[in-house]
């Protein structure tokens, strides 16, 4: 059988770091108010010329060079973003020309904050199905351009950033042990739309549009979806919390990381926690805690990591994978 393996990883974060007492002094908080609620200290803000495509570039080239892989090799892009450059065509097809890359094919998948699982569980499906050989799987976002900085309910919430993976299809002999993706829990309930969206778009408004949330709403249901598909894929793997060496959720407020670990009974040193650096960077948060942790020896090679989100529609869903 075919298993998707990560062979390399990369990250890219804006120059501009914004940090709570920054924001002290352009909306009515305070560090103390943010840090309690959502263990944010600071976040990253896409300024001049950096766009959600050039940071997908950045991260995509790291991945490509850790992996070793030349990026012709290259013959699926999956870029998770609900923040493309453009209305069209995808942000996937911009990063592709950038990297000079001419075959194979190039889309974006929209899953908001769970865009990247979703973005590895699409590509993972190529990759077994014989669709493609080799995928750059890409989270980047410049939400910091959907935002109403006036409302501090919001704009305290949330970065700018990418991360990317380089998935490769390689024979396996299907074991627990074996590299790869082992199994992918995807989860969608649209009648939830209204506690988070952005009040804009082409065929509405005609306008960007600014993000809204009802962040209790979200809040409420955030820790039961998120260990609903850590839950399922446990069982479809007949793996259990202990099992785990690292847990690399979406990270969206350290409330809900750790609520979502306690209840599952995983502890806290096996969770990789990334919010207080970057904020919420949307579909670019799992690859960026990722990054973190694999590229200073946390994460290892052989080692059993499940990556969660949960997100705007809501989406939610897992990845659980032996790095
Ligand atoms: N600074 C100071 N005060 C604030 C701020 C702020 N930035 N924002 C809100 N407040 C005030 C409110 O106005 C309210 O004041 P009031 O009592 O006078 O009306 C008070 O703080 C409490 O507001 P709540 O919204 O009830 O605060 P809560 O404890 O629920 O925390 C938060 C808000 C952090 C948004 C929380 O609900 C949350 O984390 N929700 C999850 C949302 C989330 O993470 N969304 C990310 C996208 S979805 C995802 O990625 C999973």
Redesign the pocket.
Known sequence: MIRSVVRGFGAALPKRVVTNQELEKT????DA??VQ??GIRQRYIAGDGETTASLGEAAAREALSRAGIEPQAIDLIIVATASPDNTFPATSVDIQARLGITGGAAFDMQAV?SGFVFAMATADAYLRTGMARRALVIGAETFSRLLDWTD??TC??FGDGAGAVVLEAVESAGTGDDRGILTAQLRSDGSHKQK?YVDGGVSTTGTIGHLR?E??E??KH?VGMITDVIEAAFAATGTTAEDLDWLVP?Q??R??IDGSAKKLGIPLEKVVVTVDQHG?T?AASIPLALHAAASDGRIKQGDLVLLEA???GFTWGSVLLRW
């Open positions: 909306v009515d908080t305070t108010w943010i609620r959502t904050c501090r309910t305290v919430l988070l949330m962040g209790r979200v809040f955030a979406h969206a407020n409330r809900i919420n949307s949960m997100g705007g």
